[in-house]
């Protein structure tokens, strides 16, 4: 499986796998305990192939961050994301040693290992890019599971069929029945 079917939900702790799109929404299962859950329209959903760290030159991609984590230790889970801000930071420095101090925070940092350490934990260790058809397919299936948004909610349908304006169509419209009567 490839990043591009991974997802962070925002208020949810861990990462998501996507499953199924639904009428409205998706359902995902996380990597942490297994368990499947329904995500609507109104999460704040990102999926981890959109995600970069930014550094002095420009945006790298989460996956190449990944790889390099990966590279370094060897296919094999990093340190904890407990440890401490210095820890972390001296780390990632090691692996990222150009990204910009003062837009990647001790909290990005946490996140980016503890995903790394939970991919690992599950098997997904490939981190290169997908292959072009089936990464454009994938891509195109979870960013409409993401951004699927429901059109019009039912009370707006139940609203347009008004029992007033049904009765006044039998007759025709209220200006040609008033023009009859007189």
């Known amino acids: 499986m490839s990043l591009e079917k991974v997802l962070s939900i925002a208020g949810k702790p861990g990462l998501y796998k996507l499953k199924n799109q639904t ?8 990597l942490l305990d297994g368990k499947t859950i329904n995500v609507s329209g109104r999460h704040n959903v990102s999926l981890l192939s959109e995600i970069a760290i930014y550094t002095l030159t420009e945006e790298v991609p989460l996956r190449k961050v990944f790889e390099k984590i990966s590279e370094k230790e060897g296919g094999k889970e990093t340190i904890g994301h407990k ?31 503890q995903w790394y350490n939970m991919l690992v934990k599950n098997g997904i260790t490939d981190f290169s890019e997908a292959k072009e058809e089936t990464k454009e397919e994938e891509k195109e299936t979870a960013k409409k599971a993401v951004s699927q948004k429901t059109t019009a ?10 029992p007033k304006a049904s009765s006044t169509k039998k007759g025709g419209s209220t200006k040609n029945a008033a023009s009859r009567k007189t």
């Open 83 to 113: 440890a401490s801000k210095e820890e972390l930071e001296e780390y990632f420095f090691s692996v990222m040693p150009d990204y910009d101090e003062d837009r990647v925070y001790a909290s990005d940092i946490k996140k980016v290992v």
């Open 153 to 162: 909610p039912k009370s707006a349908a139940l609203k347009t069929a008004n």
């Open 23 to 30: 009428r409205a929404g998706f359902l995902a299962e996380s």
